[in-house]
């Protein structure tokens, strides 16, 4: 068993930024990859960002060149989404996720973009 919880997200004005973090505990050896998807009212969830063990990284179409997920450190398994020239489009909510066999997926943190 994996649990993930995030941390930061609010209010923040277009171009602005926030930063989300990500702290899993539990079985963190057996996570492969981690990751942040995104669900915005009456849409799909959108991936976001993802991360290996490796250092690989995948992003959505619609953030490449704004967000970047980074981990801190493989004790901790805390990975962080750094979220630049945000747009009102990005007003979601995200929700971190851990990858072992399976995807464990947090409450989400709410971000608003909005002037």
């Known amino acids: 068993q994996v649990q993930v919880v995030e941390s930061g997200g609010g209010l923040v004005q277009p171009g602005g930024s926030l930063r989300l973090s990500c702290a899993a505990s539990?079985?963190?050896?057996?996570?492969?990859?981690m990751g942040w998807y995104r669900q915005a009212p009456g849409k799909q969830h959108e991936l976001v960002a993802s991360i290996t063990t490796g250092g690989s990284t995948n992003y959505g179409d619609s953030v490449k060149g704004r967000f970047t997920i980074s981990r801190e450190n493989d004790a901790t398994n805390t990975t962080n989404l750094q979220m630049n020239s945000l747009k009102p489009e990005d007003t979601a909510v995200y929700h971190c996720?851990?990858?072992?066999?399976?995807?464990?997926w947090g409450q989400g943190t709410q971000v608003t973009v909005s002037s």
């Open positions: 996720t851990a990858f072992t066999d399976r995807f464990y």
């Open positions: 539990g079985s963190i050896r057996a996570i492969a990859a």
